[in-house]
């Protein structure tokens, strides 16, 4: 069965940075759209990016400038890179993607990782 494991959260001050990474795992033909999401507590899932397997990537308007969206088709792996962070980047954030494993294209999602941005 296919897997997305998200890793890099953690604790950063106001300003700092974090990267964070998503390994996909399993019987996979291909990935084609992957993307980063957010849960902060008592607000919906949101978006933050997206990048397809050709690398072209799209971000929300409150992180484009600051985070940077990345894949390594190769390891089947995608990475956030977050600069200059605010305290409202503080969420759960999770990894999706959409996997061709022995069926049809699904829709998968990762466990979440925590982020927080305090001082």
């Known amino acids: 069965q296919v897997q997305l494991v998200e890793s890099g959260g953690g604790l950063v001050q106001p300003g700092g940075s974090l990267r964070l990474s998503c390994a996909a795992s399993?019987?996979?033909?291909?990935?084609?759209?992957m993307g980063w999401y957010r849960q902060a507590p008592g607000k919906e899932r949101e978006l933050v990016g997206a990048?397809?397997?050709?690398?072209?990537?799209k971000y929300a308007d409150s992180v484009a400038g600051r985070f940077t969206i990345s894949r390594d088709n190769a390891k089947k792996t995608m990475d956030l890179q977050m600069n200059s962070l605010k305290p409202e980047d503080t969420a759960v954030y999770y990894c999706?993607?959409?996997?061709?494993?022995?069926?049809?294209?699904?829709?998968?999602w990762g466990q979440g990782t925590q982020v927080t941005v305090s001082s």
């Open positions: 399993g019987v996979i033909f291909s990935i084609n759209r």
């Open positions: 999706n993607a959409d996997i061709i494993s022995t069926g049809r294209m699904k829709n998968y």
């Open positions: 990048i397809i397997s050709g690398g072209s990537a």
